[in-house]
């Protein structure tokens, strides 16, 4: 759901991008920063680089303890959680091209003010499954943005931070068999 998620957000940013500038080809890709070993992990120069830095459990929904049971299946279902993705969008240009890598940082910007919710209607590819997704800045103070980048183990490079909210991740998935009772069952049982 993840890759698909970002994904489709990947392409739509890629077409606004290719028609703005008239580029050949896609701008944006979902990458790590850096590989394990340290090394420059992006494939290519001159890109906006999508990254996951963090996977965290949306708070505002009331949280379901309980599963449901299908009555005809006897099925037990656990109820669907929302995530959050907060997601890194990195200028990774040559040195030579600062300036170019801050116009379509800002490009890539203003696509996110003038559309800030995905769905199957507006987003072409996007999860039928999916209700939406709204996108929103989240800000970092220096010291919190000096401790991203130093865990993300890579020199700064100019960058904003986003969250992608409500992602559901449905429970339509059975967790196990039940035994239903049944009120002739019970019946029986007190004979």
């Known amino acids: 759901m993840i890759s698909r998620v970002l994904n489709s957000i990947a392409t739509d940013i890629n077409q606004f991008l290719r028609n703005r500038y008239n580029l050949n080809e896609d701008p944006v890709v979902i990458s790590n920063l850096t590989g394990l070993d340290g090394s420059v992990a992006v494939d290519g120069e001159n890109k906006i680089v999508l990254t996951i830095v963090n996977i965290e459990q949306e708070n505002t929904i009331q949280k379901q303890n309980h599963a449901s049971v299908d009555m005809q299946t006897s099925l037990k279902y656990m109820p669907p959680i929302y995530i959050n993705l907060l ?3 990195s200028a990774f240009f040559q040195n030579t091209n600062y300036y170019e890598s801050l116009k379509m940082l800002s490009a890539a910007l ?12 507006n987003t072409p590819g996007f999860d039928d499954n999916l209700e939406k997704i709204t996108v929103e800045i989240v800000n970092l103070n220096i010291n919190e943005l000096s401790n991203l980048w130093g865990q993300l183990g890579g020199k ?3 960058s904003i931070l986003y969250k992608f909210r409500m992602i559901k991740f449905d429970g339509n998935y059975p967790v196990e068999m039940v035994n239903l009772v049944t009120s002739s ?3 029986t049982a007190q004979k």
């Open 110 to 121: 203003s696509f996110f003010q003038h559309k800030p919710i995905f769905n199957s209607q």
């Open 87 to 89: 997601v890194l969008m």
């Open 156 to 158: 700064y490079l100019p």
């Open 185 to 187: 069952q019970n019946k």
